[in-house]
């Protein structure tokens, strides 16, 4: 079992910012994802338990993906929000083949 639990979500004004932060109980490989009103959930990056980062294509340069193994703690900035932003974030870790996943927060980028 693997625990997962995300922090920071919120409303957030076109153009703005966001950090959001996924507390672990352990050191896994890590993965933001996220999930828009009817839409499949998406990944967003990666970050290895050497700190190694992959983005998915259409989310590199606005977003970035830390980490903080003595917290157990993985972030993901967000920059430069728009409504298409807008969506349920999620980490998740693999573990043994398993997935795991966080309950989600909500981000909402809207005037």
């Known amino acids: 079992q693997v625990l997962l639990e995300e922090f920071g979500g919120g409303h957030v004004q076109p153009g703005g910012s966001l950090k959001l932060s996924c507390a672990t109980d352990d050191i896994y490989t890590m993965s933001w994802y996220r999930q828009a009103p009817g839409k499949q959930r998406e990944l967003v990056a990666l970050?290895?338990?050497?700190?190694?980062?992959v983005y998915a294509h259409s989310m590199e340069g606005r977003f970035t993906i830390s980490r903080d193994n003595t917290k157990k703690t993985v972030f993901l900035e967000a920059r430069t929000l728009t409504p298409e932003d807008t969506a349920v974030y999620y980490c998740?870790?693999?573990?043994?083949?398993?997935?795991?996943w966080g309950r989600g927060t909500q981000v909402t980028v809207s005037s």
């Open positions: 998740n870790a693999v573990l043994h083949g398993s997935n795991f």
């Open positions: 970050i290895s338990t050497d700190d190694r980062a």
